[in-house]
C-alpha cells in the first residue's frame, strides 16, 4: 500500500514562494509516476506537475509553467514543488498522487489516472 505525506502548505502575499514536499513510501512498483495536483473550492482536480521515477522530463500545467518547480529525490522517495511569483489563483489544497507505471519517460496529468493520493495540504495567496 503506498502511502503519501504532504507538507509545506501555507499562506503568502502574491508573488511569494513555497515550496511543498510529499514523502512516499510502502510501494514495490519499480517505477511509479507521481504529480501534484491542486484543488480549488468549486472547482475540478488539476494537475499540476508530474514527473516518473524512471526518469524523463517533467511536464507542467502551462498555467504555472515558469513559476513552478517539480524536483525528485529517489534516495528519499521524495518530489517537491517548488512555487515561485504565486498568484492568488494559485491558492488551493495541493495533492500528491502516484500510480504504478511502465511507460519508461512520460506520466499522464489526469488525476483519475492516479490511484494513491496524500491528505493534501493548503496554499492560501492573498492579493
Known amino acids: 500500500q503506498v502511502q503519501l505525506v504532504e507538507s509545506g502548505g501555507g499562506s503568502v502575499q502574491a508573488g511569494g514562494s513555497l515550496r511543498l514536499s510529499c514523502s512516499a513510501s510502502?510501494?514495490?512498483?519499480?517505477?511509479?509516476?507521481m504529480g501534484w495536483f491542486r484543488q480549488a473550492p468549486g472547482q475540478e482536480r488539476e494537475g499540476v506537475a508530474v514527473?516518473?521515477?524512471?526518469?524523463?522530463?517533467?511536464y507542467y500545467a502551462d498555467s504555472v509553467k515558469g513559476r513552478f518547480t517539480m524536483s525528485l529525490d529517489n534516495a528519499k522517495n521524495t518530489v517537491y514543488l517548488q512555487m515561485n511569483s504565486l498568484k492568488p489563483e494559485d491558492a488551493a489544497m495541493y495533492y500528491c498522487?502516484?500510480?504504478?507505471?511502465?511507460?519508461?519517460?512520460?506520466?499522464?496529468?489526469?488525476?483519475?489516472?492516479?490511484?494513491?493520493w496524500g491528505q493534501g495540504t493548503q496554499v492560501t495567496v492573498s492579493s
Open positions: 498522487a502516484a500510480e504504478a507505471t511502465l511507460r519508461i519517460g512520460w506520466c499522464p496529468m489526469g488525476a483519475d489516472a492516479y490511484s494513491y
Open positions: 510502502g510501494y514495490t512498483y519499480s517505477m511509479i509516476c
Open positions: 514527473v516518473s521515477t524512471g526518469g524523463g522530463r517533467t
